[in-house]
């Protein structure tokens, strides 16, 4: 039986369960790129290097980057690929379970890279702002509708836990489109190019960082409900209608300064 996803020049069956969709479009690799601005002197690492398509351009500029790949079939075609490099390095690892911490200090920030595959994409942003100041930047193909969901404000329809907790600790720019045309094999959904840049000085800062993602998480429980209806379920003993905000409100309409100032009122 024919096989689809086998490329002739390598070798290598995509793998689903890695969620294994190359770029091969050059003016989008090209355009990546150019939104990174990768310099010789940048602690670059990229996440699921693949065949190493972007890996390709990226190492021009900067010869010394890391990458983390799972895959281990692919580790082959990238040492072979770039071997010329004696400072590039290869990371054989699931990237969600990988200390970045090892890889930089607060003076030597990572600037992360990766066209991720789909599945993993929140958790490992997630993981990876863990790592708070030793992150300078992110850019990342993620699901286009991931993106628009990161990016959002309020009022958006996209709006939701996740845009007000990535906001709360990074700059979100939503930086192009990239049609499923550009990708082998092509995935069911469109893809965006995103960069997260975690502040150096938060804008709003709470007191209590847990106490505001369980408020950001309790408060969208329900959509469609008031703030009223959604943080009585907050269990604790909270005085909600002495709170300085309209309860008939519902989450999507709240901005993040009001989240963290909500929080730091109830707790302070
Ligand atoms: C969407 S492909 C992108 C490949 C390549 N960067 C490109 O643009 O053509 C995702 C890559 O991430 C790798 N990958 C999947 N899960 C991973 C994980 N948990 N940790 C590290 N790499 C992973 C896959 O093997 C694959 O190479």
Redesign the pocket.
């Known amino acids: 039986m024919k096989n689809k996803n086998t490329d002739p020049m390598q070798g290598h069956r995509a ?1 689903k369960r ?7 479009d050059q003016g989008i ?1 090209n355009a990546i790129v150019r939104s990174i601005g990768p310099k010789a002197s940048d602690n670059l690492v ?10 390709a351009q990226l190492i021009e500029s900067c010869p010394s980057m890391q990458v ?4 281990r079939d ?1 580790i082959p075609i990238l040492l072979a690929q770039f071997a010329i490099y004696n400072d590039f390095r290869i990371h054989q ?6 200390d970045f911490g090892q890889l930089a200090t607060p003076e030597r920030p990572l600037r992360v890279v ?5 599945n ?1 994409s929140t958790p ?1 942003i997630f993981h990876l702002l863990s790592f708070g100041e030793l992150i300078a930047d992110m850019h990342f ?1 993620l699901q286009k509708e991931v993106v628009l969901r990161l990016a959002a404000g309020p009022g958006d329809k996209n709006y939701g836990r996740l845009s007000v907790m990535t906001q709360y600790v990074c700059q979100v720019e939503n930086l192009f489109e990239v049609p499923p045309e550009c ?1 082998n094999p092509r ?1 069911k959904v469109d893809s965006a190019i995103v960069r997260l840049t975690p502040y150096r000085t938060q804008p709003f800062v709470a007191a209590h960082p847990d106490k505001l993602a369980k408020l950001v998480k309790t408060a969208f429980a329900q959509r469609r409900k008031t703030l009223r209806n959604n943080l009585k379920n907050l269990d604790e003993e909270l005085d909600l209608e002495a709170l300085d905000i309209d309860l008939t409100r519902r989450a999507e309409s709240l901005s993040l300064e009001e989240y963290v100032n909500l929080s730091n009122t109830l707790w302070p």
């Open positions: 793998r890695f969620g294994q969709n190359f770029l091969e690799i990229e996440i699921g290097p693949g065949k190493g398509a972007i890996t983390v790949e799972l895959d692919l690892t699931d990237a969600l379970k990988f990766g066209n991720l595959p789909y993993i490992l193909m990708f995935p």
